[in-house]
């Protein structure tokens, strides 16, 4: 008898242009049980994918077409209020972290952990914490933020 996964019900919005990690991502969850799993190629199709199918989580990009992540993240908290957002992304400068999770965010995964962290991140963001990747603590430490 199979047991059935605690992720299976979340509904989860990839947000990435890079197809290929894109996909890598979606693999990633549907190994660990996710079942439900959208995904949008650019800032302005995360935006109307979150309003029409009010995703529990965001993973979200920030350097993408049409429409930059911290945007996007600033739009989809007024049209998908309770979907909790994560950023993944490479970009590691202090000033960026920060202004995503200004803008909404309840986390910060820098891709180059994503292997390692993604659960870590997303068991941390839907437990209503918030998760930032451990290779960004000394730079934010060192930045005060």
């Given amino acids: 008898m199979r047991i059935p996964s605690k992720h299976q019900d979340i509904k989860v919005l990839i947000a990435e242009d890079f197809t290929a990690f894109r996909e890598f ?17 650019d800032g302005l199709d995360a935006v109307e994918k979150a309003a029409e199918l009010q995703p529990d989580l965001v993973l979200l990009d920030i350097a993408m077409p049409k429409l930059n992540g911290i945007e996007a993240a600033h ?23 920060h202004s995503a999770l200004s803008n909404g965010a309840k986390g910060y995964l820098h891709k180059s952990e994503i292997n390692q962290e993604v659960l870590s991140a997303i068991e941390a963001v839907l437990a209503g914490k918030h998760f930032i990747s451990p290779a960004l603590h000394s730079t934010l430490r060192s930045n005060r933020f």
Avoid: Y
Wanted: net charge positive; aromatic share 4%; proline share 5%.
């Fill in 25 to 41: 991502l979606r693999s990633k969850l549907e190994g660990n049980g996710f079942r439900t799993i959208m995904e949008a190629e």
């Fill in 75 to 97: 739009r989809i908290r007024g049209v998908a209020p309770q979907s909790r957002i994560i950023f993944v992304s490479q970009i590691n400068h202090p000033d960026v972290v």
